[in-house]
């Protein structure tokens, strides 16, 4: 059965043009130029920022020294999970000091995040050497993991958190 192309139906020959203009179009594009700047170019690129961010700096913490780093007052907010710390002060709502997880803020979150608890007692107190959480089970050390992931997705790893000098041996 052989198919035959017939040029006297309307359809066919209406598809023929089309296609001989966009194989036209194609082969021999358009070279005018615009009369005039398009208004959008006029006053400046709109896509760039009215002030970069600020550095942030890989830095190493202590507890006492990421403390202030709470919030308050609009200024950053880190936390610290198993040792890496993160600037989440792009998660304000959350973090901030009328955040669900604002108890967080300026501190080591490790047993929190891994017990999935937001108790004050979660925090290790800042004039003790961080908790080494040894005793925690291995689905709280898979969910702290996966905070882990999450945030480094989500936020920028800004240092890492030490003990105090005076804990160096423990």
């Not at 203009?21 to 400046?44: C, D, H, L, M, T």
């Not at 800004?158 to 000098?165: A, E, M, Q, R, S």
């Amino acid at each position: 059965m052989a198919l035959t192309f017939n040029l006297g139906t309307p359809v066919n020959t209406a598809l023929f043009m089309y296609i001989l203009y966009s194989v036209q179009r194609i082969i021999f594009p358009s070279v005018s130029r615009p009369k005039s700047i398009p208004n959008e170019f006029k006053a400046g690129y709109s896509w760039m920022p009215k002030a970069h961010p600020p550095t942030v700096l890989f830095k190493t913490f202590t507890p006492k020294m990421l403390e202030p780093f709470n919030g308050k007052d609009g200024g950053r907010i880190l936390l610290a999970i198993n040792g890496i710390v993160f600037d989440v002060t792009a998660g304000r709502n959350f973090y901030g000091p009328n955040g669900m997880y604002g108890n967080f803020a300026g501190r080591d979150a490790s047993r929190g995040m891994a017990k999935q608890s937001f108790d004050l007692e979660m925090l290790t107190p800042l004039d003790q050497p961080l908790d080494k959480l040894e005793d925690l089970r291995p689905d709280e050390v898979d969910n702290m993991k996966g905070w882990i992931e999450h945030f480094s997705n989500k936020y920028i790893v800004c240092g890492k958190l030490v003990n105090d000098p005076m804990y160096a041996d423990l």
